[in-house]
Nanobody, 118 residues
Framework: QVQLVESGGGLVQAGGSLRLSCAAS????????MGWYRQAPGKQRELVAT?????STNYADSVKGRFAISRDNAKVALQMNSLKPEDTAVYYC??????????????WGQGTQVTVSS
């Protein structure tokens, strides 16, 4: 059993900041990459940022320079600065996990709402 739990979402004004956190737990053999995705109303889920086990990061162009992803073992965080109304979405934590004796696959958290007002 694997569980990803996000926290830190909320309502902020444009220009403000939020920090999202996610922790993976359960029967985990290894975690390769972790990241954050988001889904705005009426739109498809999109990648926000990812980070590998070695610390290599990748950001969507829309958030580059404003967001920063970090990782500590089975925990991943997303520092969001200079937030814009278009950042409003449900943010999902994701992790590429291999359980004991099983092939790796992607696991998802339940999502946390981020709302940025004008």
């Amino acid at each position: 059993q694997v569980q990803l739990v996000e926290s830190g979402g909320g309502l902020v004004q444009a220009g403000g900041s939020l920090r999202l956190s996610c922790a993976a737990s359960g029967s985990i053999f290894s975690i390769n990459s972790m990241g954050w995705y988001r889904q705005a109303p009426g739109k498809q889920r999109e990648l926000v940022a990812t980070i590998t086990r070695g610390g290599s990061t990748n950001y969507a162009d829309s958030v580059k320079g404003r967001f920063a992803i970090s990782r500590d073992n089975a925990k991943v965080a997303l520092q969001m600065n200079s937030l814009k109304p278009e950042d409003t979405a449900v943010y999902y934590c994701a992790a590429d996990i291999s359980r004991w004796g099983t092939p790796r696959r992607n696991y998802w958290g339940q999502g946390t709402q981020v709302t940025v007002s004008s």
